[in-house]
Each structure stands twice: as C-alpha cells, then as structure tokens.
C-alpha cells in the first residue's frame, strides 16, 4: 500500500469519526428531549434496564460484522451511559440549591449570626433537654461567651426504643423560655409532619436529622413555613441524595437552609461514625447553601471535638455544632459525647478565638 492510499485512508476514517461524532451529539440531544418529557409526565427519569435491554437487542439483530456482538455491546453500553450522566447533570444544574442556578452564597441570618457570610458560627447545646435548670446553666455559659445560639433536643429519635425519647412540647417549652431570657435562638428537632407548624411557634430553626433527612412529607413540611432549616446528612445518604433532600425543603418555597455533615456509617468502630470532612467543599461547589459540621454526632468522642472542629473550619464550614451539658456524667442520652463547661472553656479558647 503506497503512502498516498494510507493517507487517503486516514482521511477516511477521520471523516467517519466526524460522522460519529455528531451522531453521538444527535443521540444527546434526543436523550435531553426524552427526559424532558419524561419528567413533563413525572415519569421516573433514571435508569431503565428493561428500554436498555430492548435497544441492544434491535442492535445486535442488524449486527452483521466486522464486530462480535460483545464488542458492539460493550460500545453502545458506554454511550447509553454517557446519555445517563447527561440527563444526570441536566438534573443537577436545574435544582434551586444548585450552584449552576445560583453563583452568590445563600446567607441564613438566626439571631444576628450570618451562616454563610464568610464567618464561622456556632451552636451548642445538650444533646436533650431535661429540665429548666439544665438548659438554663447551659444557655448562661452560651451567652457569656457571646453566642447566639442555644440546641436542644425535645423530640428525640433513639435507635433503641427504650432510650429517652425527649420530653417533646414540654421540652420546646422549656427551651424558649430559657431562649427568651438568655436573648438567644434556639434550634430543635421535629420529627412528625403534623408537628411543624406548632413548633414553629417555639423555635428559631428547625432541625430535621439524620433519621429524617428522606422522610419527604417531612420535608415538605418544613418547605413550607418561613423558617431555617437544619438538615443534616443522613448517615447512609450520598451527597446527592444529601442534595436532593434539601430540593424538596426549597420546592416548597423555604430556601433558607443550612446543610449539616453530621458523620456517615462505614465500618470503622473507633468513632460513632465516619466524619466525611470532604464532603463540605463538595457541598459548597455544588450548593450555594450554608454547611456546616456537627463534630459531636460525627465522631461520638469528646476528645476529638477539637480537632474535629478545626479540620472542619480549616476545610471551610460555615459552623460548627456540638453539645454541652452541665454534668455529662448523669446526661439522660449520649453523656459520652457531651462537653462539660471547662472542656467547653477549652473549646472556645482553641476553636471560636482562633481564625483558621
């Protein structure tokens, strides 16, 4: 074969790839269109092995060589693949908390603390409320040191029922009196639909956790009252689905939300869970929402909540939760992970007067 035919030759095979090429820009193109319509109809938008399955086989009956079918399967997989992703990230770009849909960060304002102005912020708290008293040592150690924020949980989802559950309204109760006298904000759980819309009326934000962050009427609900919203991470959830929870909280018009990285399960034993440190970046490219990182669920250890915390507003949260008790020994749920007012002196000393 002379240099001239070789050549010739290459050409040709360069146009055919120019030919693919803008096939596979058509095939786009259509699966864009097909999604479109598909999420008009609310139809489910994702994967379809049985559609897939019937395109290969109309494929492999018009195969007639120079390719074995496993060869040509294994290419149309790539491209069917490639139209997934696409529809994927179409998805991704047309959410309200998308970063694409919204360059400038969201700012949520609780009681004159700008969670994603730049500024780290903190919330601290007992894990549960217990009594007037408790809650009321804990909220003066608050608000000496400047802060503007109490938690406590009055609704308490336990993975034993035989757990303290929370004292529920009584507990909401407590806490806004104890807000209104220390001039704080406070910040609780709701686990219940039906129990929105009068929680509200003691709370600041509202918390939804881990065990609640699919729960979807739960979601909706608080997209539905002019609230902030505390969602944290499930502790088996992706960061898209971590996405996709707060989307429904801003379908229904709340776009105040502050996402927390709270810890996901793995296999390590040595913390309460694993705290995916990472994942805080990713949320803030992928976002345009405050994220913030709750050092006390994610790691189970008192010891490691400073660390945990500086590596958190090193790697660029917003805020930090964690929790305090005045004697964590006697504490009805998770003493082990709760801080007593020196560590909490200590806590403040090297995590919230330092800059990172």
Do not use: W
């Not at 709370?203 to 729960?215: F, H, Y």
């Not at 502790?235 to 707060?246: E, G, Q």
């Amino acid at each position: 074969m002379s240099n001239q035919e070789l050549d010739q030759l290459r050409e040709e095979l360069d146009q055919v790839n120019l030919e693919i090429l803008d096939l596979i820009k058509k095939r786009g193109k259509l699966v864009q269109q097909t999604a479109q319509v598909k999420e008009k109809q609310g139809a489910n938008r994702n994967y379809d092995p049985v559609r897939e399955r019937d395109m290969l086989d109309l494929i492999k009956k018009h195969n007639d060589g120079p390719f074995e079918n496993a060869t040509i399967i294994h290419l149309f997989k790539q491209i069917f693949k490639a139209g997934l992703e696409l529809q994927e990230d179409d998805h991704s770009k047309a959410l309200l908390v998308s970063r694409v849909k919204k360059a400038e960060n969201t700012i949520v304002d609780v009681n004159g603390a700008k969670f994603g102005d730049g500024n780290p912020h903190y919330i601290f708290g007992p894990c549960a409320v217990e009594s007037y008293e408790q809650v009321a040592q804990v909220a003066e150690q608050i608000k000496n040191k400047g802060l503007k924020i109490i938690r406590g949980g009055a609704f308490k989802p336990r993975t034993s029922p035989y757990d303290f559950q929370g004292l529920g309204f009584e507990g909401l109760e407590i806490l806004k009196r104890v807000a209104d006298e220390y001039g704080l904000a406070v910040v609780s759980e709701i686990v219940s639909p039906a129990d929105v819309e009068k929680a509200a009326e003691y709370l600041d934000v509202i918390q939804i956790g881990a065990r609640n962050m699919q729960n979807f009427e739960l979601l909706k609900a608080a997209g539905e009252v002019n609230k902030p919203i505390v969602l944290k991470r499930g502790m088996s959830a992706t960061v898209s689905d971590f996405i996709n929870a707060a989307e429904y909280i801003n379908s229904r018009g709340n776009g105040q939300i502050i996402l927390c990285e709270r810890g996901i399960r793995t296999y390590e034993t040595s913390t309460r869970n694993t705290l995916d440190i990472t994942a805080v970046p990713i949320l803030k490219q992928e976002t345009h929402l405050p994220v913030m990182v709750d050092v006390t669920h994610s790691t189970g250890r008192r010891d490691l909540l400073i660390p945990a915390a500086k590596a958190a507003l090193a790697i660029g949260a917003d805020g930090i939760m964690a929790e305090v008790h005045p004697d964590p020994a006697v504490a009805l749920s998770d003493s082990q992970q709760q801080m007593n007012f020196d560590q909490f002196d200590q806590f403040i000393s090297e995590v919230v007067n330092k800059k990172y």
